[in-house]
Antibody, heavy 126, light 106 residues
Framework: QVQLQESGPGLVKPSQTLSLTCTVS??????????WSWIRQPAGKGLEWIGR???????NYNPSLKSRVTISVDTSKNQFSLKLSSVTAADTAVYYC??????????????????WGQGTLVTVSS | EIVLTQSPATLSLSPGERATLSCRAS??????LAWYQQKPGQAPRLLIY???NRATGIPARFSGSGSGTDFTLTISSLEPEDFAVYYC????????FGQGTKLEIK
């Protein structure tokens, strides 16, 4: 059974870069059937997809965050990572990593997300 | 961007009652819609994928229907553990989620 676990600092200063890592266990991140994604949720609010990476290293990002986001993968460690630059208080949220089933819709994309990591709270404050 | 609108925002029901949650897309998403359940302090859990398919381990009281722009999640007889927030999600262009429906105990 695949499990995902987020790790990283819980406090980041404004204007700095948020960095998180997701460790995948119980399965290989190199499987061609999945995308590996980051999703966030501000307190009391809804879910926002940040972006995804494929085992090849190919990435796609939410247009609203694209200029600040970098997602990378380390297949040797079965991990993928998120970097979000120039953070502000608006980036305070619980950050989840999740596996997405890959599907063809005229282009490749996510069908659904399962499983999810437990989430990690990142607070942006000086 | 495809916008998903969920209704109602809050649904107050008693255990044993039937719950009907709605998700409407701003344009057609075919049948590529998923539903998730989220309890306080927990990650979302996949309930339904491709509009009407129950995920592994999801009880039969949960069912999904719809296609195009209008979708419904039905819980046939509410159990105490079903009171939570429910989100729908589509995948066109990039994944987006509805704003959620909070199912609370009446």
């Amino acid at each position: 059974q695949v499990q995902l676990q987020e790790s990283g600092p819980g406090l980041v200063k404004p204007s700095q870069t948020l960095s998180l890592t997701c460790t995948v266990s119980g399965g290989s991140i190199s499987s061609g059937s999945y995308y590996w994604s980051w999703i966030r949720q501000p307190a009391g609010k809804g879910l926002e997809w940040i972006g995804r990476i494929y085992t090849s290293g190919s990435t796609n990002y939410n247009p609203s965050l694209k200029s600040r986001v970098t997602i990378s993968v380390d297949t040797s460690k079965n991990q993928f990572s998120l970097k979000l630059s120039s953070v502000t208080a608006a980036d305070t949220a619980v950050y989840y990593c999740a596996r997405a089933i890959r599907g063809w819709f005229g282009e490749w994309g996510e069908r659904w997300f399962d499983p999810w990591g437990q989430g990690t709270l990142v607070t942006v404050s000086s | 961007e495809i916008v998903l609108t969920q209704s109602p925002a809050t649904l107050s029901l008693s255990p044993g009652e039937r719950a009907t949650l709605s998700c409407r897309a701003s344009q057609s998403v075919s049948s590529y819609l998923a539903w998730y359940q989220q309890k306080p302090g927990q990650a979302p859990r996949l309930l339904i994928y491709d509009a009407s398919n129950r995920a592994t381990g999801i009880p039969a009281r949960f069912s999904g229907s719809g296609s195009g722009t209008d979708f419904t999640l039905t819980i046939s007889s509410l159990e105490p553990e079903d009171f939570a927030v429910y989100y729908c999600q589509q995948r066109s262009n990039w994944p987006t989620f509805g704003q959620g429906t909070k199912l609370e105990i009446k």
